[in-house]
């Protein structure tokens, strides 16, 4: 089993930045490509950033330009550098996980507000 555990989430004015962490349990064996979504009330769970074994990350268009993700080699630890927030990114986001055996698995969430 994969476990995945975030941390990083808070308050911050628009124009800021924050950065989110997750760490996996498992290694490159397991895990091909981990990733960021997010979800607000009302509004289905959407891609934010995703990053695999490779190191090739791609983005939403609404962050594009503004957040980064990056991870180490094994794919064990991945961030989410999040800069020039706007209160549109208010969300929870959730770590995600999937494996080379076609499971999927998802942290417990770390609430984003940006508010002045």
């Known amino acids: 089993q994969v476990q995945l555990v975030e941390s990083g989430g808070g308050l911050v004015q628009p124009g800021g930045s924050l950065r989110l962490s997750c760490a996996a349990s498992a290694s490159i064996f397991t895990i091909y490509v981990m990733g960021w979504y997010r979800q607000t009330p009302g509004k289905q769970r959407e891609l934010v950033a995703t990053?695999?074994?490779?190191?090739?990350?791609t983005y939403a268009e609404s962050v594009k330009g503004r957040f980064t993700i990056s991870s180490d080699n094994a794919v064990t630890t991945v961030y989410l550098q999040m800069n020039s927030l706007k209160p549109e990114d208010t969300a929870v986001y959730y770590c995600n996980a999937r494996t080379t055996l076609g499971g999927e698995f998802w942290g417990q969430g770390t609430q984003v507000s940006v508010s002045s």
């Open positions: 990053i695999g074994t490779r190191g090739i990350a």
